[in-house]
């Protein structure tokens, strides 16, 4: 798959952030800048950067190692959605990933499309300091640097381009493979790339740093995440990947500590939600390393109450980590007295009464929680608790609900094809893992699977001609996205 993609995606991350490329750095007091020389609106149209975006995104789920964990898909959705509030020249909806990755790393790319590395979280303090990575490929998104790039690689070396931004995508989901052929793209022609795109990250850095600000978080945190890096380039032995090939000059670390110091200062603490995010990536999606470390929640555990908080449930995490069912509900229970509708607590505490076979306790537990009906965290968790209790049927109504609501959310799907084949409804079950198909990419599984849903019914039924119309669809979709796959 991704032969295909280093053909296709390289005219599109333009915005890849290795940190070195795409920490906010520069600020002004409003969106005013320098006209880049194009809108880039003879290369592409907001609807064909959308499409293109659709496209990407399916290609990325198939590929790369995403987190589907929805409170964190919900966490990184919620605190992107503050930043373009308060952005400017928004022309597309956002939509935000992350990825189990421990480089240091994150991009932008069409249609409102964001990829977090986790690895953001180990390096990431402050909320504020994770809000300035975002905001800043927001701003690469809201000013169109993609199709900028196109526009300009019409005209320059348009295969060398294509070639080295593919491999970029390459070594976001295999960072050894990826990083390898990028060396070898750029052979001869390093240097005039990153000048080019330094153009785009100047841009990207001065907006971003105001729609940080606007958006009620410390101008500060850019620098100070900068400084990281570039201390992490100096005494390390391997500094992060991407600063090889797009090194980050100390004087963008000095332009961004001016343009912070002119903005009015402000004292801004992280949200709770953020310190949970933090132990959540660092105790379940670190790649085998012990990154939720005892200094770490010994230092939150003499912190304010949010990070004595946070300290208490990585502690529940990690002994949940460990199948110590006991010891975990044991640390969790306080946190649960104090605040029994947070989801945080109760994902972890379903988690537990799952693992300790407490089923019923863990269904009425959901049943009840306040925010039900608006949480689709909680009502993942309710149809997962069904199954696990046997109870398919009532998975199947919420599962229904849910994937009306959320289409693009693969969890939803498998937990419907799960259901439905409990229920023995095979035809229904095909349908709901054609739709899962679909958004990773696989088109031709996602029709072969609905049309064998289609023999399974009776011929003519309405039923069947739902079937047959969602295939006509994925076909559509398929031509739609055929100039993509052959670039």
């Not at 060398?160 to 593919?166: D, E, F, M, N």
């Not at 555990?301 to 110590?324: D, F, H, P, V």
Request: include cysteine; aromatic fraction near 8%.
């Amino acid at each position: 798959m991704f032969t295909q993609l280093r053909k296709t995606l390289a005219a599109t991350l333009i915005a890849s952030l290795t940190l070195g490329q795409c920490l906010p750095a520069f600020a002004d007091s409003a969106d005013t800048l320098p006209d880049m020389g194009t809108s880039a609106g003879s290369t592409l149209s907001i609807g064909q950067e959308m499409q293109m975006g659709d496209y990407y995104v399916r290609q990325l789920r198939g590929s790369a190692p995403l987190i589907n964990d929805p409170l964190l898909t919900q966490y990184v959705n919620s605190l992107g959605t503050r930043l373009v509030s308060h952005a400017y020249s928004v022309r597309t909806p956002f939509h935000f990933f992350l990825i189990n990755n421990d480089e240091l790393n994150a991009f932008a790319f069409f249609g409102g499309n964001v990829v977090l590395h986790s690895a953001l979280f180990r390096y990431a303090d402050t909320e504020s300091e994770l809000a300035s990575v975002m905001a800043h490929e927001i701003s690469h998104v809201t000013q169109r640097h993609l199709a900028r790039a196109m526009e300009d690689q019409k005209r320059n070396a348009p295969l060398t381009w294509v070639g080295a931004l593919g491999s970029i995508l390459l070594a976001m989901a295999n960072p050894q493979a990826g990083m390898a052929a990028l060396t070898g793209t750029l052979a001869g022609t390093q240097q005039g790339m990153i000048s080019f795109t330094r153009q785009n990250e100047e841009e990207a850095d001065r907006i971003g740093i105001q729609v940080l600000q606007r958006s009620g978080f410390d101008p500060q945190a850019m620098p100070g995440f900068m400084e990281k890096l570039l201390d992490q380039s100096r005494y390390s032995t391997r500094p992060p990947e991407m600063l090889l090939t797009h090194p980050l000059p100390e004087s963008r670390l000095a332009d961004a500590r001016n343009r912070a110091n002119q903005m009015r200062p402000v004292v801004v603490q992280s949200s709770e939600d953020f310190y949970m995010a933090k132990a959540r990536t660092l105790g379940m999606y670190n790649s085998g390393k012990n990154q939720l470390t005892s200094d770490l929640l010994d230092n939150w555990a003499k912190g304010n109450i949010r990070e004595q908080r946070a300290a208490q449930y990585g502690r529940a995490l990690q002994a949940m980590g460990t199948s110590n069912y006991a010891e975990a509900s044991k640390l969790l229970q306080p946190l649960l007295s104090a605040d029994g509708q947070n989801p945080w607590y109760l994902d972890l505490a379903t988690d537990i009464d799952l693992g300790q076979k407490r089923t019923g306790e863990a269904i009425n537990r959901l049943k009840n929680a306040r925010d039900l009906r608006n949480n689709p965290v909680l009502q993942l968790n309710l149809a997962n608790a069904y199954m696990e209790g046997g109870q398919p049927a009532e998975a199947v109504t919420l599962l229904n609900r849910y994937t009306f609501n959320n289409k693009d959310d693969t969890n939803g799907w498998d937990l419907l094809a799960q259901a439905e084949a409990a229920l023995g409804n095979r035809d229904q079950e095909l349908a709901a893992r054609a739709e899962n198909m679909a958004l990773v990419g696989r088109l031709d599984q996602a029709i072969s699977l609905l049309s064998s849903a289609s023999s399974q019914v009776k011929l003519g039924s309405l039923q069947q001609a739902r079937y047959d119309a969602r295939i006509d669809q994925f076909r559509q979709l398929q031509e739609r996205f055929r100039p993509y796959s052959k670039m």
